[in-house]
């Protein structure tokens, strides 16, 4: 599976969620195989696979169990949450999860690529609502922020 950084989507559901975002990045993951389950399938795959830790710190969790159920059907509506990361929208091909740590909010949409076969799409966003604390706590986060991703979406398939 690789990992690739690409230019933030802008045709996304996640490029219009923060008008004037303070942080956008974005990333291409080639699967091994065809994502016939369709985007459902691809994300509890992506929750579901990841290594305790990075349960417990990008979801509050490190139970199967507890994730098995905020999993649930997989239908992951609006309103609904995994562990901390609550779906904000959804279309056929994308979900918008996101988090808000009351200084900066923090949105990452997983989309089956329109470009390439075998491929999901990654975007994040990122706004300050408290300047000067969002920006010193990104400052920190920022280095690790991209090797998260690369090691979550590897852990995926």
């Excluded at 989507?9 to 016939?36: K, W």
């Excluded at 691809?42 to 979801?59: C, E, G, I, K």
């Excluded at 929208?89 to 979900?95: A, G, P």
Aim: charge should be positive; proline fraction near 4%.
């Amino acid at each position: 599976m690789d990992v690739t950084e690409v230019v933030p989507l802008t045709d996304s559901l996640i490029a219009s969620i923060f008008e004037n975002a303070d942080y956008r990045d974005g990333f291409r993951v080639s699967l091994s195989r065809d994502p016939h389950a369709g985007i459902e399938g691809f994300v509890t795959d992506y929750f579901r696979n990841q290594p305790a830790w990075l349960r417990l710190v990008s979801m509050n969790t490190m139970s199967l169990s507890k994730l098995a159920r905020a999993i649930g059907d997989e239908s992951y509506r609006p309103g609904t949450a995994i562990g901390s990361w609550k779906i904000y929208e959804r279309s056929t091909d994308e979900i918008v999860f996101g988090d808000s740590m009351g200084f900066m909010e923090y949105r990452f949409s997983l989309r089956l690529s329109r470009k390439e076969p075998c491929s999901v799409e990654v975007s994040t966003s990122v706004r300050y609502l408290w300047r000067r604390t969002g920006r010193f706590y990104f400052a920190i986060v920022r280095p690790w922020h991209k090797r998260f991703i690369r090691m979550s979406l590897r852990h995926a398939l």
